[in-house]
């Protein structure tokens, strides 16, 4: 979170709250009222909300949430209160290591009674909005395939994954296809073409992500080519929660310019690359 309630000292460091706490500032930023983003809370608990300790993770963010935009009701804490007498999950030791001091048992527990003191006090300091402005006219849509010239004559490829609005400007999510030959390539090349993974098991994340923001692809976009569609398998995975934001054409393709694309046998060990036909159910040109 953006104020200086508890934040850094493990309550809220996970995915888990990272999202959620995004959804949350955003949908406040564009507009929100109290009730919608209750609502958004409330469905993000459905749905992503599962294990005891992402139920910890969930109940002390969702307090600190509604406590930064003045909208904690006094009966709401009753959880709370609950934790700090039953004592905070030892899970969350188990799943981070308890090399780190910072990360001991007593130090959480203690930081949730902070909370707890904290949200006695209603905040005086509730975040103006920032009035932001949605993007509707964006350049692509998700799952289209585009084309990108490199140096020397040679074409690489990404595939949008998804479009979104975050901070007051449209976003472009793309992920790489292993793909560099002086052929312009096609639907039916791209498919032979590879994906590359990351991860563990079933925790595999595609890799080679990339964000563009509209005002930067703004600047850009003419030189990337439309190809066709990819509609993608259920089973694609999720893009990695590492995303490398490029604001420039000259970023975007400085790591094609300076290798083959294709992972090196030391890479090979942490990466894994897939065939991207795997994942599409469907295609058109």
Same mark, same amino acid.
């Given at each position: ?42 469905? #993000? ?12 993770? #969930? ?9 930064q935009y003045g909208w904690l009701r006094p009966e709401e804490v009753a959880p709370l209160q609950q934790l700090v007498q039953k004592g ?7 799943? #981070? ?42 350049? #692509? ?31 472009y999510t793309f992920v790489e296809l292993l793909y560099k030959s002086t052929e312009k390539p096609t639907m039916e090349s791209l498919m ?22 509209h005002k930067a692809l703004l600047l850009f976009a003419e030189r990337l080519e439309r190809i066709g569609t990819a509609i993608p398998k ?52």
């Amino acid at each position: 979170m953006k104020n200086n309630l508890i934040h850094g000292v493990h309550i809220f460091e996970s995915d888990l709250a990272n999202e959620l706490d995004s959804i949350v500032e955003d949908a406040y930023h564009y507009g929100a009222t109290e009730a919608e983003i209750r609502s958004l809370i409330d469905t #993000f608990r459905k749905e992503a909300v599962r294990t005891a300790l992402e139920k910890e993770i #969930f109940l002390t963010l969702r307090l600190a949430i509604l406590w930064q935009y003045g909208w904690l009701r006094p009966e709401e804490v009753a959880p709370l209160q609950q934790l700090v007498q039953k004592g905070v999950s030892k899970k969350w030791l188990q799943q #981070f290591g308890t090399d780190t001091p910072q990360m001991s048992y007593a130090k959480r527990q203690q930081q949730v009674v902070r909370l707890l003191s904290r949200l006695a006090t209603a905040n005086t300091a509730v975040p103006a909005r920032e009035h932001w402005q949605k993007v509707t006219d964006f350049l #692509f849509v998700p799952y289209e395939v585009l084309s990108v010239p490199l140096l020397g004559g040679q074409y690489g490829a990404v595939w949008l994954l998804r479009t979104d609005n975050y901070e007051g400007d449209g976003h472009y999510t793309f992920v790489e296809l292993l793909y560099k030959s002086t052929e312009k390539p096609t639907m039916e090349s791209l498919m032979e073409a590879r994906l590359q993974l990351m991860g563990d098991g079933e925790k595999k994340v595609l890799s080679d992500v990339r964000r563009v923001s509209h005002k930067a692809l703004l600047l850009f976009a003419e030189r990337l080519e439309r190809i066709g569609t990819a509609i993608p398998k259920k089973s694609l995975p999720e893009p990695s929660p590492y995303i490398i934001a490029y604001d420039s054409f000259e970023k975007f393709v400085q790591r094609w310019n300076s290798d083959t694309g294709i992972p090196d046998k030391r890479k090979r060990k942490k990466f894994k690359s897939v065939v991207a036909h795997w994942y599409i159910s469907k295609l058109t040109n």
